[in-house]
């Protein structure tokens, strides 16, 4: 890995962040301490001098398939779910500006009053200015995940890499909390990802991902150090590239 004069091996990074990391011990809602935490992380980030961009989901608020169990229309609950991006969007935006970390909010669903319009240039500005970015609303179409709207937003800024940040350290072949005998890999290829059906991401953002050649890092959120380590070239959480799994 090639290191910057800071250090880094990723200059600019997109962050995508599951809904529930902002709720609280019940998996609903959002909780001021837990968005306070994220920011926290973020901006230990930023000040080492990364372009930070952010996607977050709508799980906590609002999952489309509970609509869609009770016979909701596919694209109206998609649309329900790009909105509570959004107001995810803007509390995570509070949290970071109460800790002095410049921030703006562009939504693919327009709504001036509270969010810029996406405009990728206007992004890129924004973080050439070392303004975090986040993007709500998704891609601003049903029947695409944020996971999706994660990818394609890291191409178009040109992100180093997708950091896709969980609960666990990195991706297993079963889940490590059920099963003790779980393997954790160090590194994927994205066949092997999608060969595998392993929950990484959806596979459509696996897919763009691959075509790209655009990086994937799944890592522990809440692991204090994981960020800043992996932005250093350490060994954290599973990479999914190009390269053979192993």
């Not at 809440?222 to 250093?232: F, G, M, N, Y």
Request: hydrophobic residues 45%; proline residues 2%; charged residues 25%.
């Amino acid at each position: 890995m090639i290191k910057n004069e800071n250090g880094l091996v990723y200059q600019r990074v997109l962050l995508k962040f599951s809904g529930e990391a902002l709720a609280g011990e019940d998996g609903f809602g959002i909780n001021p301490d837990r968005a306070t935490d994220i920011a926290q992380r973020v901006k230990e980030v930023h000040a080492l001098g990364v372009d930070v961009a952010i996607v977050i989901g709508a799980g906590n608020l609002w999952r489309g398939r509970t609509g869609l169990h009770a016979g909701m229309d596919r694209a109206t609950a998609d649309y329900m779910g790009m909105l509570a991006t959004v107001m995810n969007a803007l509390a995570l935006m509070d949290s970071l500006e109460r800790i002095n970390v410049m921030t703006r909010v562009q939504s693919a669903i327009e709504m001036r009053s509270v969010a810029e319009p996406y405009i990728r240039r206007r992004a890129i500005r924004h973080l050439e200015k070392e303004r975090v970015v986040i993007f709500g609303g998704g891609t601003g179409n049903p029947f695409f995940s944020t996971d999706t709207a994660a990818a394609l937003r890291a191409m178009e800024i040109s992100a180093d890499v997708l950091i896709k940040a969980t609960k666990v350290d990195g991706v297993y072949d079963k889940d490590p909390n059920r099963y003790a005998e779980a393997q954790k890999f160090e590194q994927l290829s994205y066949i092997e990802t999608l060969n595998r059906r392993l929950e990484v991401m959806d596979s459509t953002a696996i897919s763009l991902c691959m075509e790209n050649k655009l990086p994937i890092l799944v890592l522990n959120l809440w692991d204090e150090e994981a960020l800043t380590k992996a932005l250093r070239g350490e060994k954290v959480g599973t990479l999914v590239s190009e390269g053979p799994g192993v």
